[in-house]
């Protein structure tokens, strides 16, 4: 039974809380959060702010913090010997937090299962498996409706902001545009949030509109979903399809892949990996035999 | 450059030969076949008989028999110290496979990946992929309407049969019912070859027509289908899914995850693999961390 930390207590935090829970071979040693105080609905789970902390040194983290932080938390869980899994979703940026997070899991003789988040993550295992088995072709991924919980966080991060929601509206062959509902911190310049919004690295790609509102609670919807699709040629023949599609609640699969990830990261020589590099058996408490 | 060879020149073996042509890190060592004679569209690829027949030894195998005769052909190459990949579709008999594979391939200081088609195979990935994401749940898989490759050998390998193509029509919720095109030998028995179709292991689950043709030319056609459903609940919470979808040429597709496998075997520890067991990027020639 591996003893797990859950570093962050937002949607994916309480929703990595809950699959633990539903786990066979894992249990919650405790939530790191910034204040020391008990998460709602997990009362009976340690609430500390350091990993020093918890009552004993877990053999996992698992980090539920917006993109931008995971960096430095994880490269420090690392380096002390911690395993760690995260859900890191700024596609540029993997392959240099490979880099780094590797040289720490190296460090403290652990591994790190990085981007694993449903995509990056799962999709991006789904878009491998599609490339090896069609070379020659063209894919695509497109996005809900739905809510982004990165996008989501990535806006909660900019001054003068209080809350916000980001949702994903597909435009067809990987194409997207986002609407957010922004709530304002009280003085904050109306004008200035909107211009940090829009030029964020999130945001600046896509055609994006920003709605001010009194309370993102109307908005408060947890749903998304993805469709990729891969057509090519193979062996000479063409009109070969391949497609995989997922819907449902968006922090629940992300929790889920996160739990699966740390299950892997203990199988691992100590190193950083991707999902696409580690055997999806792993990422499984049991049963996989069955699936052949 | 890897130097491989195809064990047989049906339908597999052909698309096979198509397959590593398109491969930039393979090349063709040559065919083994019963007879000592070209294969028809590669008249410039050794035939041969046996593999020491070859201009050199090669470094890998790709098995493209007929699942029975897999076992034997499959356990002298490993012993032989050569890398090995095979479709073998006996679902049941998977697990004693690898037992005896995985033995004969550490003898032989090489690997295999085996049942490596599409299903059990590329299909055997996803549902492992989908019980990890989705651990509560029920999938169903559905083939078809299409051409199965492994039941039409199995009834050409029936005593009294010339030729047969085997379809697959899928009655929803992971049943299927076969429709079969056979063409008898002269003098054959009727009534007995029938049996033995109906009575064989790949037919015996399944609700199987048999119609007696005089060619099975106007039934041959290659293209095949599935799709995988998979929903359940995650973290207390209902209503996701997720759903996979291929469709294309079978020959093609299984020749090309064949060489995927291939590709993969060589960068295993000595043992014998399935796919799920095997890290999705190792199936890749290149470009896979693209798929981030």
């Known amino acids: 039974m591996k003893k797990i930390a859950a570093i962050g207590t937002g949607n994916i935090g309480k ?44 053999d996992g ?30 596609h540029e940026e993997l392959l240099p937090l490979r880099q780094r997070l590797s040289a720490a899991a190296k460090m403290g003789k652990v591994s790190a299962v990085i981007g694993a988040g449903w995509d990056p993550g799962l999709d991006s295992v789904i878009r491998t498996l599609m490339l090896a088995a069609l070379p020659q072709g063209i894919t695509y991924t497109n996005f809900g409706p739905g809510t982004s919980m990165g996008h989501s966080a990535a806006i909660r991060q900019i001054p ?56 993102t609670l109307p908005f408060c919807c947890t749903g998304h979903s993805a469709e990729i699709f891969r057509g090519g040629n193979i062996c ?14 968006n922090p629940a699969f992300t929790a889920q ?8 990261a203990f ?3 100590p190193g950083a990996y991707f999902m696409p590099e580690i055997p999806p058996c792993d990422f499984c408490s049991e049963g996989w035999e069955k699936t052949l």
Not at 23 to 28: A, I, V
Not at 201 to 213: G, P, Q, R, T
């Open 160 to 215: 003068g902001i209080c809350d916000a929601v980001s949702f994903t509206l597909p435009q067809g062959f990987g194409k997207h545009s986002r609407k957010i509902y922004a709530v304002l911190k009280k003085d904050a310049d109306k004008n200035a949030v909107e211009h940090a919004i829009l030029n964020d690295e999130y945001f600046e790609h896509d055609e994006c509109s920003v709605e001010f509102v009194e309370s």
């Open 15 to 58: 929703a990595v809380a809950k699959a633990i829970e539903l786990s066979p071979d894992m249990e919650l040693l405790g939530f790191i959060r910034r204040k020391e105080e008990k998460v709602r609905g997990f009362e009976n789970i340690p609430a500390v702010r350091r990993i020093s902390d918890l009552p004993e040194k877990p």
């Open 267 to 269: 199988l691992q020589k």
């Open 61 to 90: 983290a698992i980090i539920c913090l917006p993109s931008r932080l995971v960096k430095e938390a994880e490269e420090e869980l690392l380096k002390n010997g911690i395993y760690t899994a995260d859900a890191f979703d700024i």
């Open 257 to 264: 892949l996160l739990v699966g990830a740390m299950r892997a």
């Open 236 to 249: 000479g023949t063409g009109g070969n399809r391949l497609s995989f599609g997922l819907c449902g609640d």
